[in-house]
Every structure is written in structure tokens, then in C-alpha cells.
């Protein structure tokens, strides 16, 4: 199963929110969404939603163009927006099951799902609860509840963790991957960049309505710098390893903290794996050899502006 976003525009006048976007991800993957405010994300989740439709371009999910047959998406894609509407007069149950049958589900089979999700998104005790009194964390979870009634292999999220306390974050992190687990293909918009990058397999990044990356952590930061900083433990002779580090192909700098060696080297995994057994060879006691991860708000500051269409 595969979600594909090709050359996807939407134009509102003269802004364009959604500016000839194209990329794909599948299952088992959760992709992140992220930009600055006013990069077209949330207008982008709603064409694949089917609640907008494009300028021009095309959503398909297994080959089915959200576009042209709306109804058959629908079937395909659970959808979670940035907030649930507050509704004074309906229990938890009640809105579940409303949906359920707007599902076209029946009978039994109803009763079954219902049953099934309200335990799977931990709501069970909260079902006679109205969905006003419910807290924000709890209201996500209703909300993703809804999304997966018909069970689609397709889930995006548009802010889920906006206004979520800590254990609220975890509890909705940990939700998605198991989601991912089962074979979901999930994308997740969000601006809390460091909660993102702990559960994400990929990256889109927007802005100006623009695609600026896309791919896999590892793919994007290939593309946005070739250079990577490896810490080096020794178990001695730091003086003389420091010298004689600097001596080696592709090391551009190197700093040293007590028996620890910061290392800036200009390529990628094979200039890295080089680099150690280059060390090794010319008897530097290496201990520990560990590349520093570049974080997902460092890549972003990296290649976008704050730009707004």
C-alpha cells in the first residue's frame, strides 16, 4: 500500500499554498509534515483527505486517485485534524458509534470494531463520558479512534500533539508506532520537531508551498551537508591520537576533551568507516566510535527560511 502525491498544486488566488509537490510513502512508515506556518501543509492533508480538491495533480493510494473517486478514498484514508469539535450533548460512545455507522458498519461487526477500538486507544472507561468534559489528550485519542473505524491502511494527522501534556505526547507516540507495526502508513504534521523525531522514519519539508526535502533522516541530511562529527573515545594516548587524526584523509578538524576526540569529517558513512580503520592501523587505542546524530530541527533551520507564501 502506497500513498503518492504527484505534482500536487493549489492555488488560492494568486498565493500558491501547495506549489507542484510530489512524493511517496508506504507501509509500516511514519513520515513527518513538516514547515513554517503558512508552508501548505494543512491545505495539502485536506486534498488527501477529500475535503479540497487541487488546482491540478493528483493523490493516489494503491493506485486510487483521491481526486477523480473521492468516495473510494475515503475508504482508504483515516483522517485526524488539528482539533475535535466540542460537542456538549454526546457521549464518547455516541460519537464513535454515529461514525461506525456512517461507516456503513452493522449489526454485530458494529458492536465488535467499536469494542475493539475503544480498548485498542484506551478509551473504554471514558465511553459514557461526554466529549466536552474530555481533556485535550483525550479528544486526540477519540479522534483517532474515529479515524480508524473502517480500518484504513492510510492515516494522516494534522498537529495531533498540539496542546498535549507530556504523557499525553508519549501515549500518542506510542500509539503510532504500533500503528506503524500493524502495516499503517501514517503522516504526521507537526512543529514540535524534537517529539517528531522520535517516531518518524522519514521527512517532507515545505515551504512557500514548495517540497524542499524529501526522504529518510539520513537521506535528507546527506543532502543538506557532507560533512559528519564523530566522537572518538580512546583508552590513552590522546595527545599523540590527536596529531596523527589530523594527518588522515578527509579529517577536517579535531577537538579533544579529556579521552574523547570530536572529530569533523567532510564525506559520509565510507569516508567514516575509512576514518576508523585508518585509526586502528596506525595504533590509536579507539575505544568507542559513534557518529553524533544531527537533529531534526537542526536539519530544518538548515534548509528552510520561515518563508510564507
Do not use: W
Amino acid at each position: 500500500m502506497q500513498l503518492e502525491v504527484s505534482e500536487l498544486r493549489r492555488y488560492f488566488g494568486n498565493v500558491k499554498a501547495v506549489d507542484n509537490v510530489s512524493f511517496a510513502f508506504g507501509t509500516h512508515q511514519i513520515i513527518g509534515l513538516v514547515g513554517p506556518n503558512g508552508a501548505g501543509k494543512t491545505t495539502m492533508m485536506r486534498i488527501m483527505a477529500t475535503l479540497d480538491e487541487p488546482t491540478a495533480g493528483d493523490v493516489r493510494i494503491d493506485g486510487v486517485s483521491v481526486v477523480q473517486y473521492p468516495e473510494r478514498g475515503r475508504r482508504l484514508l483515516g483522517f485526524v485534524p488539528d482539533s475535535l469539535p466540542s460537542h456538549r450533548d454526546i457521549t464518547v460512545h455516541e460519537y464513535l458509534d454515529f461514525f461506525a455507522r456512517a461507516c456503513g458498519l452493522r449489526g454485530s461487526l458494529r458492536r465488535r470494531v467499536l469494542e475493539s477500538i475503544e480498548e485498542f486507544t484506551n478509551l473504554t472507561n471514558l465511553r459514557e463520558k461526554s466529549i466536552h468534559a474530555l481533556s485535550k489528550g483525550m479528544k486526540q485519542r477519540v479522534s483517532v479512534a474515529r479515524a480508524l473505524l473502517h480500518d484504513p491502511p492510510v492515516l494522516v494527522l494534522d498537529e495531533p500533539a498540539a496542546g498535549l501534556d507530556p504523557r499525553a505526547r508519549i501515549e500518542l507516540r506510542e500509539l503510532l508506532r504500533t500503528l506503524c507495526d500493524r502495516g499503517k502508513a501514517i503522516l504526521v504534521s507537526s512543529h514540535i520537531l524534537s517529539e517528531l523525531e522520535q517516531m518518524i522514519t522519514g521527512v517532507v519539508i515545505l515551504e512557500r508551498g514548495k517540497l524542499v526535502h524529501a526522504g529518510s533522516l539520513q537521506e535528507v541530511l546527506r543532502q543538506v551537508t557532507a560533512q559528519r562529527i564523530v566522537r572518538v573515545r580512546l583508552l590513552d594516548g590522546a595527545d599523540s591520537a590527536v596529531e596523527k587524526t589530523l594527518c588522515l584523509p578527509h579529517v577536517e578538524s579535531v577537538t579533544r576533551a579529556d579521552q574523547t576526540l570530536r572529530v569533523a569529517v567532510q564525506g559520509g558513512d565510507a569516508e567514516c568507516a575509512a576514518l576508523l580503520a585508518e585509526m586502528v592501523r596506525q595504533g590509536i587505542s579507539v575505544v568507542e566510535f559513534q557518529m553524533e546524530s544531527v537533529a531534526l530541527e537542526q536539519v530544518f533551520l538548515a534548509v528552510t527560511k520561515g518563508e510564507v507564501a
